[in-house]
Structure formats: structure tokens, C-alpha cells
């Protein structure tokens, strides 16, 4: 605009900025995701916008070649632009048969704030597109996970991990203060995490077992999925203490099995962990069996009480049939 860059927009998605003083390209950036349809400088300035067929207008610094903003509104191609005199409005015509007239706010621009939902937004688009494979589990043209990862999946499982990291401090804590106690030496002050009191708990397996009770069941095992393998271990060591106590036993065998079923072969290949499977084999059993005879004593007495009713209706319906023919 003051005859010193020249800019040029192409088909090949690029634009170049080039010195006017001696012919030499400053800089070649990839600016859109199609080609690009239009170009122009605001008049006395080195900013420029562009317009291209992925239906964006986006403003551009040549001094330090930035991106200064995206603005998304057409729903089709943008042919053509044009910049008012003074720099306040931006006029575009789309191939969605519209005109729109952008106007330039007040509001101060932060361009590492622009860049931080630009990055944020990819992420959320690409973390969608990601589909969850289990190992040895067939291709995605079979059964699979009924959802795809999101990022309120992401952020669950962050907070799962991070529930695993105050367990496992929580618990260290308690264990010292424990053989404090049985040495007879003083004992530390124990003050609970913050989230344990959010919680409402002191308790750091029920703080474990709240965190695991707030994933959404449909995604339980996309959750799981997203953990690494040493959270798996602590998650695995966790449910096998809740499976102690008998809390949740139909909740912790679902995330149990899975974890067994996804990480079956690093597993196998860990012998630190023989021990601890072997623990979980007789602590499910066993509290299985405990709660298929629970189920099975309240069918039997549900039966009994059906039985009575049947009864009491069957007498009731012949002393009416009695009274009838009296």
C-alpha cells in the first residue's frame, strides 16, 4: 500500500510478500485451506486481508508476518473484497449469494489470545475425529465403542488421573501415620486435600471411588482408554481395595475387566503385577459369588411374596364367587 510490499495470493493456498526494492520474496505463508480468491491492503498500512473458497476472511500483518485474525461467517466460497478508505469496514461477496459488511470494533485485539483458541479449537476438532482402538480387537469396519473421543472425554480422564494422584498421596500419608503409631513415635498432623473436603470425605478410598462413580457409564471405557498404563496400575491397585470393601462391586468388576481386556499384554509382560492379578481373581470371585447370593435370596423371597399374593387373590376371588350365589 505505500509501494514498498507487493502481496499475491494463488490457487496454491499461499501468499507471498515480496520487497519491491529489489524483487526478493520476504515471505511465502500458507494462508488458507483452498485457494485463495482475493487480496488487499488496508490503505496505509502493511495489514492485508484475504478471502478464499474455505470461506474465511482473515487479516494478515507483512511486517511480522502473523495472522492477526479469522473471521468465519459466509457459507460459501468468497470471491471478491474490498477495503473502505479509512480501514473500518471489510465489504465481501460469497458465492452463498450474500454480502457482508465487517466493521471494526473497539475492542483491543491480543494476538496470543487469538492464537490460543485457534490452537484450542484444533484440538477439540481433531481429539473428535480420533476413534479409540482396543488391541487385538478387530478393525473399525466391526463392533466398536459407541462414542468417539471428545474432550469432555479428555477432561474426565484428567480428572480421574489426577483423583489417582491424590489417592496414592493420601494413602502414603495415612500409612505413615499409621506406623508412627504402632512405633509409638509422634505422629504428623494430617491435614486432608482440599479435594478430599470437597468431596465430603477423609476417606481416601471413597474420594477414589466418588471420582469413579462421576464418569458418565457411556463413558467408562473411553475414559479408561485414555489413561496410561502406570495410572492403569494405580486404578487396578485402587479397585482391587475397593473390591476389599465390597463398595460399588458391579462398577469396579466393568472398569476392571476392561483395563484387563485393553492392557491384557503389557500385563502379561509385567511380573510386578502376577501378585496383583492373582489378588484380583480371588477378591472378585469371591465378592461375586457374594452378590449373586444376595440377588439370588432377595429373588427367592420376592418369589415368596408373589406366591402370597397369588394366594390372598385366589381366596379373595372365591369367597366373592361364595357371596354371589347366596
Not at 485485539?109 to 488391541?135: C, G, H, K, W, Y
Not at 459369588?289 to 390372598?312: C, H, I, K, P, Y
Request: charged fraction near 30%; proline fraction near 3%; charge should be negative.
Amino acid at each position: 500500500s505505500d509501494s514498498k510490499i507487493l502481496a499475491t495470493g494463488s490457487a496454491d493456498r499461499n501468499v507471498k510478500l515480496w520487497g519491491l526494492d529489489f524483487g526478493d520474496c520476504h515471505k511465502s505463508i500458507f494462508a488458507h485451506d483452498d485457494s485463495i480468491m482475493c487480496l488487499q491492503f488496508v490503505p496505509k498500512t502493511h495489514l492485508f486481508f484475504t478471502g478464499g473458497k474455505d470461506k474465511m476472511l482473515k487479516q494478515w500483518d507483512a511486517d511480522n508476518f502473523q495472522k492477526v485474525m479469522t473471521l468465519e461467517g459466509h457459507q460459501g466460497e468468497i470471491w471478491a473484497l474490498c477495503v473502505s478508505p479509512n480501514g473500518a469496514h471489510v465489504a465481501t461477496a460469497s458465492h452463498d449469494k450474500s454480502i457482508r459488511l465487517w466493521h471494526r470494533s473497539e475492542e483491543p485485539l491480543i494476538l496470543e489470545e487469538e492464537q490460543e483458541m485457534e490452537r484450542e479449537a484444533e484440538f477439540d476438532a481433531n481429539t473428535q475425529l480420533e476413534e479409540s482402538v482396543i488391541p487385538r480387537e478387530g478393525s473399525k469396519d466391526e463392533v466398536a465403542l459407541a462414542s468417539k473421543k471428545t474432550p469432555e472425554m479428555v477432561q474426565t480422564a484428567e480428572r480421574l488421573m489426577e483423583a489417582l494422584e491424590v489417592f496414592k498421596e493420601e494413602k502414603e500419608k495415612l500409612e505413615e501415620i499409621a506406623a508412627c503409631k504402632s512405633a509409638g513415635k509422634p505422629c504428623p498432623i494430617h491435614t486432608p486435600h482440599p479435594l478430599l473436603t470437597a468431596y465430603g470425605t477423609t476417606c481416601p478410598h471413597k474420594y477414589l471411588l466418588e471420582s469413579l462413580k462421576r464418569v458418565k457409564s457411556s463413558e467408562l471405557e473411553e475414559t479408561l482408554l485414555v489413561l496410561p498404563f502406570s495410572y492403569t496400575i494405580d486404578l487396578l491397585r485402587g479397585i482391587s481395595e475397593l473390591m476389599d470393601h465390597g463398595w460399588e462391586v458391579e462398577l469396579c468388576c466393568r472398569s476392571l475387566f476392561f483395563l484387563l481386556r485393553v492392557h491384557s499384554g503389557q500385563i502379561m509382560t509385567t511380573s510386578a503385577m502376577v501378585g496383583l492379578v492373582d489378588k484380583l481373581r480371588k477378591v472378585t470371585l469371591q465378592e461375586v459369588n457374594s452378590l449373586r447370593d444376595t440377588v439370588g435370596f432377595n429373588l427367592a423371597g420376592m418369589r415368596v411374596m408373589q406366591a402370597e399374593v397369588d394366594a390372598r387373590e385366589d381366596v379373595a376371588l372365591f369367597m366373592d364367587a361364595t357371596n354371589a350365589f347366596k
